[in-house]
């Protein structure tokens, strides 16, 4: 799939014109990064946009006691550090590759420039933008008002329908190598706790774990946990 082709299917490409494309190919970096690889740093000034092509990364800060408090693990297709473009701020996490990854990157003058040509784009910006503040907001009013069992079945379905792929017996597997550490992170919890939530879902037969793969037999029954 060309750069071209890849940039359509990003949502705040979309409805964008040929011509329009081979612009933004045109100021878009490629490069790989291996597994564990830094991509920003939080602080750091931020002057550019990124895009997954392959791959996945986490996004992250760190407190003043050094522990991860992780904001998100995404994938393909997904862009992240957009929150700097037209701010000229810095980077407000550290993004780390959690696999072998190819991220497009793309200079935030140089698509500013494209943008104001491109009313739909500012747009769609906006929507992603917005999209983005929503979630983060449901993600502390989950920590503030959910207990941590609660919060882990959420995270597990969250992680679910972003990475889950249903197998022919109708089982999920979840396609992401994620550390007992970087679930309680997500969850916002300790990893003892998480450990705890795991052994009680795997007792009701909602999840099997072997190692670091996990699968979802039954969604429903983690579902129940805060819908119930």
């Not at 992240?80 to 701010?87: I, K, M, P, R, Y």
């Amino acid at each position: 799939m060309t750069v071209i082709e890849y940039l359509k299917k990003v949502p705040i490409f979309e409805g964008m014109r040929y011509e329009e494309l081979e612009k933004l190919e045109r100021i878009t970096k490629e490069r790989a990064y291996k597994k564990g690889s830094v991509i920003i740093v939080e602080g750091e000034k931020g002057e550019d946009v990124f895009i997954i092509r392959t791959g996945k990364v986490k996004i992250f800060k760190t407190t003043n006691e050094g522990r991860e408090i992780i904001l998100d693990i995404k994938g393909k297709s997904k862009m992240f550090a957009e929150v700097t473009l037209f701010s000229e701020g810095k980077n407000p996490a550290t993004v780390v590759a959690i696999e072998d990854s190819v991220i497009l990157s793309i200079n935030n003058n140089e698509l500013e420039e494209i943008i104001k040509q491109n009313p739909d784009m500012a747009l769609n910006i906006i929507r992603v933008l917005s999209k983005r503040l929503k979630e983060s907001q449901s993600r502390i009013k989950n920590m503030a008002s959910n207990d941590t069992y609660i919060r882990t079945a959420q995270v597990l379905i969250k992680l679910t329908e972003k990475y889950g792929v249903e197998l022919d017996n109708g089982t999920i597997e979840l396609k992401l190598n994620i550390t007992r550490e970087e679930l309680a992170s997500l969850a916002g919890t300790s990893r003892e706790t998480v450990s705890r939530a795991l052994s009680q879902f795997r007792k009701e037969k909602a999840i099997k774990i072997s190692g670091r793969q996990i699968l979802i037999l039954d969604k429903n029954k983690l579902i129940s946990w805060y819908n119930g």
